[in-house]
Each structure stands twice: as C-alpha cells, then as structure tokens.
C-alpha cells in the first residue's frame, strides 16, 4: 500500500507526527511518501509534490481544514485522513493521540476488505473556455474589490432559472461541506453533511435575496455586468480574473472528495465555533 503524508507547513508538532507515521508504516511494510515541505525536516523520507498525491492508495492530512483542502486538491480522487491540529476540525476527525491507530486501520483494511468511504461534493467553475480547479468549499464569483464603490452587477439563474438579480460584491456557491466555512460568514445556513445540496448566497447584496439550498445536480449562472473585471475564488486559493461582462457557471464536478477513518462529529465541532 501506497501513502502520502501532507503536514501543514512549518508546524514542527505537525512534522513530528509525519516522522512517526513514516516510521509505523515502514514497520508495517507500507510504502510512504511525504510532501516536499515536510521532507526538508524530516530524514530519509522520499518527498513528491502534493499534485502526484493522487499516485497514493491514501493520503494523511495533518494540520487544520486549510491543510486539508490543500491535500485533497493533490489527493483527486484518493481517500483522505485528516488528523486535526487546528481548533475545529469539521474535516479533519482524527485527533493527535488517535493518528498512528488511525491510519493503521486504514492500511490493514486496504488489505483486507477494503476501505470504507465517504465523499463530498466538489464544485466547479467555469467560463468560456476557462474552467476552475475542482473546489471542495466554496467557488467564489465577485468584484474585483468588495465594499463600497465596488462590488458587481449580476443576474443569478438555477438551471436556466432566475433567481436573483441586483448589485452585491459577489455571489458565493457551497457544498455542504462549506457551509461552515467563508458561507456561515457571509451569513449563509448550516448545512449538516448529511444533506445533499448547494448553497447559493449573495455577498453584501443591495437588494438581494435569502439564501437558497437547491440540488446538488443544479447549475447556478451568474451573469456579471457594471465593473470591468472580477474574479472567481476556488477554496480561498485560486483566483482567477474574468473581463466583464461575463457568464460564470458553477456546479458539482468529478471526482468528489473522498474521507477515510471516522467521521467527525459535526454538532461538536459546531460548539467550537462559539
């Protein structure tokens, strides 16, 4: 079996923990590989960059939600195990002292029967010819800048559908998984893992309306107008800028995210967010 580590960088606790599952999984005749960041601290460990995680049977996440999208950018379609430094954890279910049992288990059902998953959705932008790297939160459509003087004038449609329309800095699209991250910011609704669906919620809107859960399967347009660029945010890293006027697309995309080891438990990790 083949697995990758991603720890999150310069967090030496987060290194340490990679250098001992690197150890246990030599021990139980497992292959492993870390990314390049983490080898620099580590000793005789084989370092690939986080895109060739997807070469891996599993990969291990450790940090906070941030290191988790980080490693299932990589991962594609490979499971991934979050163990989780950070403070909440909606991704990352796996705690520090649990790790190395964790991922053991992980490995001796590879072998055996196989292991047991669960997937997310991923959301994907796009227009005209462009389209978006896959987005496991959020796909962000919006004015170059935000505030007062900026912001987009937009058309929102759901499959072809009109939904909303006006000015607002921008339009934000979530998965489930999401719903807890930039969405609850922006004033959009829990969603529990457990629902299937996106949310579609207007950021800062003039005149707007609430926000809207539809189906997972649905394609949300945003017509954009009144600015002459804006930019498309996937996951708070990739940013891409589009000449206005413009029609972006937003809906689920292949592979989803797939999660190995326990689930987190969601009500929990909302108590932290108090």
């Known amino acids: 079996m083949d697995v990758g580590i991603v720890a999150q960088k310069g967090n030496g606790r987060a290194a340490y923990l990679a250098g001992d599952l690197c150890d246990r999984l030599r021990a139980a005749d497992a292959t492993v590989a870390v990314d390049a960041a983490t080898a620099e601290a580590l ?19 450790i940090g906070g939600d941030g290191t988790f999208l980080f490693a299932a950018r990589g991962a594609g379609g490979v499971p991934v195990l979050g163990v989780n430094l950070g403070e909440v954890g909606f991704l990352n279910a796996v705690s520090p002292s649990e790790a190395v049992d964790a991922v053991l288990d992980e490995v001796e059902a590879f072998r055996g029967e196989g292991m047991t998953v669960r997937e997310a959705p991923r959301l994907a932008a796009a227009c005209g010819d462009w389209e978006s790297e896959p987005a496991a939160n959020e796909v962000v459509v919006q004015g170059e800048r935000r505030g ?49 669906g996106l949310v579609v919620n207007e950021m ?25 660029e804006a930019v498309v945010i996937t996951d708070g890293r990739g940013q891409h800028t589009v000449d206005v006027p413009a029609e972006v697309t937003v809906s689920a995309t292949d592979p989803p995210v797939r999660l190995a080891g326990p689930a987190a438990d969601f009500f929990e990790a909302l108590g932290k967010l108090e």
């Open 43 to 61: 000793d005789d460990v084989e370092a690939i960059p986080v895109s060739a995680m997807a070469e891996m049977d599993l990969v291990v996440s």
């Open 148 to 196: 007062r003087g900026g912001g987009v004038g937009y058309e929102v449609r759901v499959d072809g559908s009109l939904y909303s329309s006006g000015h607002a800095d921008g339009v934000l699209v979530s998965t489930p998984t999401g719903s807890t991250a930039y969405n609850l910011s922006e004033g959009g609704p829990l969603v529990h893992p457990g629902v299937d």
């Open 204 to 228: 800062c809107a003039e005149d707007g309306m609430p926000p809207l859960v539809v189906s997972p399967e649905s394609e949300v347009t945003v017509t954009l107008t009144d600015t002459e």
